[in-house]
Every structure is written in structure tokens, then in C-alpha cells.
T-cell receptor
Framework: AQSVTQLGSHVSVSEGALVLLRCNYSSSVPPYLFWYVQYPNQGLQLLLKYTSAATLVKGINGFEAEFKKSETSFHLTKPSAHMSDAAEYFCAVTRILTGGGNKLTFGTGTQLKVEL | KAGVTQTPRYLIKTRGQQVTLSCSPISGHRSVSWYQQTPGQGLQFLFEYFSETQRNKGNFPGRFSGRQFSNSRSEMNVSTLELGDSALYLC???????????????FGPGTRLTVL
């Protein structure tokens, strides 16, 4: 079974500081990994996706994530936090199902707070 | 392109009632998945529809059902509502261009269901 673990349910950073949100995965096959962001009272917005084409994946809004097989990690980073980055972030892994299609398995989420 | 739309956005029901939620996928997308989001259980996969057929199903009781129409629009139904069904129900669509690979799922804003 595939799973992801997000370390830290709450992360607080100062505006302008580095953002680092941690995600470790468990998968018996090469995984497809995603980061989504959720703003209050909204759905999930895709930040970036790893599909084995490149280990460093760049996403929207200045975010990027690096796939490290040796560490089974896919941490999300942003060099300089902005107030608008305050939201909940979800790491997810997917597997292709026998009958086709795929389902996402999500981590428990990390609430990012950005302080002045 | 317009994004995934879900109606209604908010819904209040009482225990024992049934409810139907609607999802319109991104134009051209053939797969629709449903997820339940609660504070206690997080994001959980309900089911996926493709070509008007339920292709994959999560671990939810039979009170949860759905269908997909020929235009790829989807509905999910919950019968005999329980207090624990209070949640944000998210719909996601993906292109499903081929049977392999992990298509990105694009999420709607969700329907907030409150069961009293």
C-alpha cells in the first residue's frame, strides 16, 4: 500500500524566510507524487507533480520540490515566504489501479502560517 | 477553460435524509473522482467514474453512491445521512488521455455538507 507522511501539522515562518514542508512517502513501485494547496473554504489547487522526468520539480507561486529516492522524501520548499502563502498544504501519492485510473492518497496536511 | 464546478456549495440536512451533490468536470475530461474531507479522517477517496461506469471505489458504506452521465458530469448521493457524514465533498476531474500514467486530478471548490 502507498502512503505519505507529513511531518509537522503546523509550521510557522516569518515573511521572507524559507518555507520547508516535509513529506515522506512509502511505495513499493516508483511513485507519482503531488503537492496541493488549500486556501480557506476552497478546493485543492495543484502546486506541482513528480512523474520521474526530473528529480527537482518546479511549481507555481515559486514553490519547488525535490524527489530523493534514498530518503523516500518529497519536501516542498520556497525561498521566501509571502503572506499569501498562508494555507494548508497536502502531499499526495497516487498509484495506477488495475482497472485503470488512479486514486490519490493524501497526507494529513500541514498548516502554514506566515508572520510579519 | 472553466474549472471543475460543484453545486451546491453549501448544504444543511438532517439525520436520515438523503442528499445529491453535483459535479461538472473540466471540458474534455473523462474521469471524475470524489473525495471526502473531514477534520478527523482527512482526505479520503470515495470513488471514481469513467465512461459512465464506476471504475474504482474507496472504503465507504453502500449509502454512498454515484453516477456519471454521458457528458461526464457526475453526481454523488448519500442516503440515510448520519452526523458523521458532515464533511467537505470534493470532486476532481482528469483527462484520462490513456490507460497508463498518472493523470493530474483537478479539484473543484467542494460542497460543504452539514448534517444536523
Amino acid at each position: 500500500a502507498q502512503s505519505v507522511t507529513q511531518l509537522g501539522s503546523h509550521v510557522s515562518v516569518s515573511e521572507g524566510a524559507l518555507v520547508l514542508l516535509r513529506c515522506n512517502y512509502s511505495s513499493s513501485v516508483p511513485p507519482y507524487l503531488f503537492w496541493y494547496v488549500q486556501y480557506p473554504n476552497q478546493g485543492l489547487q495543484l502546486l506541482l507533480k513528480y512523474t520521474s522526468a526530473a528529480t527537482l520539480v518546479k511549481g507555481i507561486n515559486g514553490f519547488e520540490a525535490e524527489f530523493k529516492k534514498s530518503e523516500t522524501s518529497f519536501h516542498l520548499t520556497k525561498p521566501s515566504a509571502h503572506m499569501s502563502d498562508a494555507a494548508e498544504y497536502f502531499c499526495a501519492v497516487t498509484r495506477i489501479l488495475t482497472g485503470g485510473g488512479n486514486k490519490l492518497t493524501f497526507g494529513t496536511g500541514t498548516q502554514l502560517k506566515v508572520e510579519l | 477553460k472553466a474549472g471543475v464546478t460543484q453545486t451546491p456549495r453549501y448544504l444543511i440536512k438532517t439525520r436520515g435524509q438523503q442528499v445529491t451533490l453535483s459535479c461538472s468536470p473540466i471540458s474534455g475530461h473523462r474521469s471524475v473522482s470524489w473525495y471526502q474531507q473531514t477534520p478527523g479522517q482527512g482526505l479520503q477517496f470515495l470513488f471514481e467514474y469513467f465512461s459512465e461506469t464506476q471504475r474504482n471505489k474507496g472504503n465507504f458504506p453502500g449509502r454512498f453512491s454515484g453516477r456519471q452521465f454521458s457528458n461526464s458530469r457526475s453526481e454523488m448521493n448519500v442516503s440515510t445521512l448520519e452526523l458523521g457524514d458532515s464533511a467537505l465533498y470534493l470532486c476532481a476531474s482528469s483527462p484520462q488521455r490513456d490507460s497508463g500514467g498518472a493523470d493530474t486530478q483537478y479539484f473543484g471548490p467542494g460542497t460543504r455538507l452539514t448534517v444536523l
